[in-house]
C-alpha cells in the first residue's frame, strides 16, 4: 500500500531560523509529490508539487523541496521562517494520474517562538 | 485564481440525522473528490467521482454516504444517519490536469 510518512509529529523553531520538515513515501513509479499547508480551522493550501525535471521546487512563500530518489524523500524546506509559517504541514503523493487520490501523511504541526 | 466553495462552513447535527455538504467545484474540472479530517488527524480519502460516476471510494466510504452531481456545477456528500465518528471536517477538491485544488471545508459535529 501506499505510504507517506512525516516523521515529526510537531517542530517549534526560532523566527528567523531555518526550517526543514521530512516526508518519505513508498517508493512508486514516477511519484507526484505534494506539499500542502494548512492553517488552524482553515482548508489546504498547495505550497509546492513535484512531477518530474528539476529535482528542487519552489513554492509560494519562499518554501523549496528537494525530491531525492534514492532516499524516497520530499523534504520541506525554508530558510527563515515567520510568525505566520506557524500551521500544519502535510506532505501527500500520488502514483499517477487518472482519478487517483491523494495519500496524505499525519503532518507536522509547527510553532514558531519569537 | 479560481475557487472550491464549500457551504456550509460550520453544520452541527443530532446522531441519527441526514446531512448534506455541498461543493461547487471549478468549473471545468473534471475529476472531483471528498475527503474528510477528524481532528488531530491526517486528511483521508473517501471518494472520486468521474464522469458522472464514483470511479473509487474507500472503505469508510460504506452505504451511509453518497455522492451526486445533480446539476453540473454542484458536488454533494450526503450521510444518512449520521454517528459521532463522522464528526470532522470535510474538504471537497476538484481537479483538472495536474492539480488538485482543494475547498476550505465544512466541519461536521455530530452531537
Known amino acids: 500500500a501506499q505510504s507517506v510518512t512525516q516523521p515529526d509529529i510537531h517542530i517549534t523553531v526560532s523566527e528567523g531560523a531555518s526550517l526543514e520538515l521530512r516526508c518519505n513515501y513508498s517508493?512508486?513509479?514516477?511519484?507526484?509529490l505534494f506539499w500542502y499547508v494548512q492553517s488552524p480551522g482553515q482548508g489546504l493550501q498547495l505550497l509546492l508539487k513535484?512531477?518530474?525535471?528539476?529535482?528542487l521546487v519552489q513554492g509560494i512563500k519562499g518554501f523549496e523541496a528537494e525530491f531525492k530518489r534514492s532516499q524516497s524523500s520530499f523534504n520541506l524546506r525554508k530558510p527563515s521562517v515567520h510568525w505566520s509559517d506557524a500551521a500544519e504541514y502535510f506532505c501527500?503523493?500520488?502514483?499517477?494520474?487518472?482519478?487517483?487520490?491523494?495519500?496524505f501523511g499525519t503532518g507536522t504541526r509547527l510553532t514558531i517562538i519569537p | 485564481e479560481p475557487e472550491v466553495t464549500q457551504t456550509p462552513s460550520h453544520q452541527v447535527t443530532q446522531m441519527g440525522q441526514e446531512v448534506i455538504l455541498r461543493c461547487v467545484p471549478i468549473?471545468?474540472?473534471?475529476?472531483f473528490y471528498w475527503y474528510r479530517q477528524i481532528l488531530g488527524q491526517k486528511v483521508e480519502f473517501l471518494v472520486s467521482?468521474?464522469?458522472?460516476?464514483?470511479?473509487?471510494k474507500s472503505e469508510i466510504f460504506d452505504d451511509q454516504f453518497s455522492v451526486e452531481r445533480p446539476d453540473g456545477s454542484n458536488f454533494t456528500l450526503k450521510i444518512r444517519s449520521t454517528k459521532l465518528e463522522d464528526s470532522a471536517m470535510y474538504f471537497c477538491?476538484?481537479?483538472?490536469?495536474?492539480?488538485?485544488?482543494f475547498g476550505s471545508g465544512t466541519r461536521l459535529t455530530v452531537v
Open positions: 468549473s471545468n474540472h473534471l475529476y
Open positions: 501527500a503523493k500520488i502514483s499517477n494520474f487518472g482519478n487517483e487520490k491523494l495519500t
Open positions: 517508493y512508486g513509479a514516477t511519484p507526484y
Open positions: 477538491a476538484s481537479r483538472k490536469e495536474y492539480g488538485y485544488t
Open positions: 513535484y512531477f518530474s525535471g528539476d529535482t
Open positions: 467521482f468521474y464522469n458522472n460516476e464514483i470511479s473509487e
